[in-house]
Nanobody
Framework: QVQVVESGGGLVQPGGSLRLSCAVS????????MAWYRQAPGKERELVAG????????NYADSVKGRFTISRDNAKKTVDLQMNSLKPEDTAVYYC???????????WGQGTQVTVSS
């Protein structure tokens, strides 16, 4: 049974930091690209950052480059998103995504709310 479970969201002041974590099970972790997406109210879901588990290749949305860092732990089967210098426009529900590099099947987590506000 596939499980994708996010944790670590919350309320933070502008300029603050949060770390999101995604724990997965039920599939071969190293065969996947893992990513974080976000969706703000009234907006489409957008890619924030991605990482190819096998080789660690990463990519980021321009809006978060230099502020966010995605990383993975192959032994624990987790993917983290370190978010620094947070801005109010980072407020959204953040989703963890797993995409197979073989057949492109995808799995999604339930999402975790991140609110940046003073």
């Amino acid at each position: 049974q596939v499980q994708v479970v996010e944790s670590g969201g919350g309320l933070v002041q502008p300029g603050g930091s949060l770390r999101l974590s995604c724990a997965v099970s039920g599939f071969t972790f190293t065969w996947y690209r893992m990513a974080w997406y976000r969706q703000a109210p009234g907006k489409e879901r957008e890619l924030v950052a991605g990482i190819v588990v096998a080789d660690g290749y990463t990519n980021y949305a321009d809006s978060v480059k230099g502020r966010f860092t995605i990383s993975r732990d192959n032994a624990k089967k987790t993917v983290d998103l370190q978010m620094n210098s947070l801005k109010p426009e980072d407020t959204a529900v953040y989703y963890c995504n797993a995409e197979s590099l073989g057949d492109w099947r995808q799995y999604w987590g339930q999402g975790t709310q991140v609110t940046v506000s003073s």
